[in-house]
């Protein structure tokens, strides 16, 4: 039975993992979806520019909530069902996954970001606090979430490296599992990573519209000037001596 407590254990985080709190805090707090405005990324930083920071702060705390529970949970009582680091590392990863590709919400899942500083949590104390420090200080600088996030991802391998014999012992399955969201994470933000080369990212803070967009009617109190009809042509004056 022991054999079967592994593969459970990483079930279980992949569908805790598959909770879209971005969604569903939107639902309960009756904003809207965060998949139709915006970036169209079921993630915190989209549910601010819906203007409701009460409702980001909520999605950022349970994003990252579902990425560490499962891995605290493993590491607290993991070796009595046998449950070791390459677990550990598993049900990690797993809870990542899950939030990108949400078995509950057709596969469509935002980027990952507070659930990797949650799993990163869950492995250290210290990592994920040292992880979450790089991603606010970059966001308080350059007001971009997503350099922020890329900065960050970027980084998180090499201080957990770093920190070996120090903060904590290192493990090769959690450094690999750490490795592997890093370059999900890259790879998620690759339409962002375009837009900062061409300067069009949004910043921090910015609120996206969140109404439909209405069709315009060509009225000049809408900015539209109409063409003029024929007979309103100007004529040339006639020059008579």
């Not at 935002?110 to 966001?139: E, Q």
Request: glycine share 12%.
């Amino acid at each position: 039975m022991k054999s079967f407590f592994p593969l459970l254990a990483v079930l279980a985080g992949y569908l805790i993992g598959s909770l879209s709190f971005a969604v569903i805090v939107s639902r309960v707090m009756g904003l809207n979806d965060p998949r139709t405005f915006g970036s169209k990324n079921p993630g915190a930083t989209n549910v601010l520019r819906s203007g409701s920071k009460a409702a980001a702060i909520l999605t950022l705390l349970l994003d990252a909530a579902k990425g560490w529970l499962p891995v605290v949970l493993v590491k607290w009582y993991g070796q009595a069902y046998g449950l070791g680091d390459g677990t550990l590392a598993l049900v990690g990863l797993a809870a990542f996954l899950g939030h990108v590709f949400p078995v509950f919400f057709r596969f469509a899942g935002g980027k990952g970001v507070a659930t990797a500083l949650g799993v990163l949590l869950g492995f250290s104390g210290w990592l994920g606090l040292a992880t979450a420090l790089i991603w606010l200080l970059m966001a308080m600088v350059f007001r971009y979430s997503s350099l922020a996030s890329i900065t960050a991802a970027l980084l998180a391998p090499v201080v957990y490296v770093l920190g070996d014999g120090g903060l904590w012992l290192m493990s090769k399955s959690v450094a690999l599992c750490v490795a592997v969201m890093s370059l999900f994470l890259l790879y998620r933000h690759a339409e962002n990573i375009n837009r900062l080369f061409k300067g069009t990212e949004s910043r921090l803070g910015k609120k996206a519209d969140t109404r439909p967009m209405a069709h315009a009617h060509g009225h000049a109190k809408h900015g539209h000037r109409h063409p003029p009809h024929l007979d309103q042509k100007s004529h040339p004056k006639n020059n008579r001596p």
